[in-house]
């Protein structure tokens, strides 16, 4: 088979750029997020294999992905690169195309490096801007689930990014921030005043804390603060002058529901701040249980119904539910 003369591998990239101009972030967002491989557009590389017996598509792929800056910098997990790459390989192999050294050389390099419990997700804002986070590989490690990012701080990040008023300029206080991904996108995004992440779990703040810094937040107006729902005291929740709080994904456990819900009657019964709690539905039973506890609490909740951009790759299957509370 013969090869592609330069000039013609540049009007072959500047095709794939300019016919396609999404197809490659298409292929980054998922990538840096560390999406599931059967969700990107592989119908399109397949056909334009197909088309051009050319290898440029994937060339273009790797330096959007693999050799991407970014990728040095906060490189998503050693397995799902592997298995990333030998995906590409795989599909350049079935259409007989000619080999990619580059591809192979990327391949090698996986292949060659260690695994590690953590690993980075960069999250791409509609701004221009990323959120880059440290997580661990394992969805539960160090006895908690707090070091991963969950569906509904997702959907709570992409709803805060189509309602940037509600944060503006304000003091927000974030229960069970986790690793950071809501909070660190509405301090990039919608300007507040202040933000205040808080969490319990000694890893957890950590994780949070390297966070904030990886992603060079201001200190002037950003904290990380111990929270427990169960000792924190009147004096401590007047301090922080919250003008907004919300939470996602913090109704998962029965046992940890009786605690919430005083917090959330503690915080609304004093300065009246917006309560906004993004919930995915795991079990139906906890979820019920959490908002008859609320009506028992004498809150009344609205449920928010808005559709939100689809900004960030993740599982839609799941059921989430954004709730706002008032004092009835």
């Known amino acids: 088979m013969l090869k592609m003369s330069t000039e013609q ?6 095709r794939t750029r300019g016919e396609n101009p999404d197809i490659l972030r298409d292929f980054q967002t998922p990538f840096f997020a560390m999406s599931r491989l059967a969700s990107f557009p592989w119908t399109f590389v397949e056909k334009d294999l197909e088309c051009n017996k050319s290898s440029e598509v994937i060339s273009e792929i790797l330096k959007q ?23 590409l390989i795989r599909r350049l192999e079935a259409a007989d195309c000619d080999p990619l050294d580059e591809l192979y050389d990327a391949l090698a390099e996986v292949l060659g490096a260690e695994e590690d419990t953590e690993c980075y ?24 689930t707090g070091l991963v990012t969950w569906e509904a701080a997702l959907h709570l990040t992409e709803w805060a990014l189509d309602h940037q008023q509600t944060f503006r300029g304000r003091t ?44 060079g937040l201001d200190e002037q107006t950003v904290r990380v603060e111990e929270l427990d729902w169960s000792t924190v005291t009147d004096e401590q929740l007047r301090a922080f ?36 709690i993004c919930s995915t539905v795991r079990n139906p039973d906890t979820y019920s249980s959490f908002k008859q506890q609320l009506e028992n609490a004498g809150i009344s909740h609205h449920v928010i119904t808005d559709p939100v951009r689809h900004v960030f790759p993740y599982n839609r299957v799941s059921v989430i539910e954004m709730i706002k509370l008032y004092i009835k």
């Open 9 to 14: 591998q540049n009007r072959t990239s500047d």
């Open 65 to 87: 992905t693999c050799f991407h800056p970014l990728c040095r910098k906060f490189p998503p997990s050693v397995k799902y690169r592997r298995l990333f790459i030998s995906e």
């Open 121 to 144: 997700k960069t999250y791409l804002l509609p701004c221009g801007a990323a959120v880059s986070l440290s997580e661990s590989v394992a969805l539960i490690s160090g006895g908690t």
């Open 172 to 215: 927000v206080l974030e229960l069970g921030s986790g690793v950071g991904l809501t909070g660190i996108a509405i301090c990039r995004s919608c300007q507040p005043s202040t933000y205040v992440f808080s969490d319990c779990h000694p890893t957890v703040l950590q994780k949070l804390r390297d966070n904030v810094d990886l992603n």
């Open 241 to 276: 002058g919250a003008d907004t709080v919300i939470a996602a994904d913090v109704v998962y456990d029965p046992d940890i529901v009786v605690s919430l819900v005083e917090l959330l009657s503690r915080v609304l019964k004093g300065s009246s701040p917006d309560v906004l």
